[in-house]
């Protein structure tokens, strides 16, 4: 059996090598390293797949979350909900411009921000809610965009773990992940479903006056060269960036789908166990992306399960161990513990096994069967 990994960069780029390695070898010898062609043609044809007007490339994707709420001119003082249960970004950006971070429970099936604790936090000083699609599954976008309206605030997607997502509303519309609310962010870590070999990201919105904004922001504020009309940022995606990423475009869903099946191979392996609760499935068993393949187990010791699957040779993971709002960063007395009770559930439960493109049959079976062993104990 071929060695498990918990990502498998290098098997994909087996795969790739002959079309990365032309496409880099273009942009070294070209010299066109920042803002060369390979970024527009990348953003034009991701603009196309997701069905946005704009994408803004940048650096990463905790920029693409600070620049999309620089975009809309939020104020210190003004807040932001968001959920509790995932990756520290999304409150740090929240934190470092001066906004007020609110942070909520999210739901025990899909871990996905609550709307009814949404609802709840709504204050006078709400200027938006920042849903993340964690795990490569869209939160309850029909009615957080209804709340939005009904509130006036502003709807911020971070979509970093979910690229190549489908939301379908309930009318039946299906629309890609991150074209939905007023802007949208994600990141193309290398370990995302859409990862480059270094650090990019990306902001999608559909609003004309938010995109010509945004684009100033990432470049210093500039609208006309060395005219600084707004405080901005030096946030670009490389060119070299953008080459690697316009040869995994076009396998993006090739990509989603191979972890789609790897994630059905797994689900089928752990039907019936009492102790193990395999994803939920959002509207529709395509929607998922599965940038993490997450299972809450149950009557276990997770961490013993953690170290058990490591010492046989099976990577995984923990996301996330700690609730944010129990981070020394950001801690606050305005929370209460009572208003957390899924997250403080699900840090105990939740346990990522493998997850890309490169699983194979023998390696699923090997992971399953040591999973069910030790969860019956
Ligand atoms: C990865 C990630 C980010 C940050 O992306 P970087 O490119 O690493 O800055 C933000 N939010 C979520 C939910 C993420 O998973």
Redesign the pocket.
Known sequence: MRKIQMVDLKGQYEIIKETVNESVIEVIESTAFINGPRVHEFQKNLEEYLGVKHVIPCA????A?QIAMMGLGLKPGDEVITADF??A??VEVIALLGLTPVLVDVEPDTFNIDVEAIKKAITPNTKAIVP?H?FGQCANMDAIMEIANEHNLFVIE?N??AIGATYTSADGKKTKAGAIGHVA?T???PS?NLGCYG???AIFTNDDDLAHTIRGIVNHGMYVRYHHDVVGVNSRLDSIQAAVLGAKLPRLDAYNNARKLAASKYDKAFEGIENIVTPFRNGGDDNHVFHQYTLKVRNTDRDALAKFLNDNGIPCGVYYPIPLHNQKAYKDERYNEADFTVTNQLVKEVISLPMHTELDDEQIEFITTKVIEFVNG
């Not at 990463?60 to 920029?63: A, F, R, Y």
């Open positions: 990463n994707g905790t920029d979350l995932t990756f970004a999304t993340v964690l971070d970093a773990q962010s990141s193309f870590f995302k650090d990019g990201g």
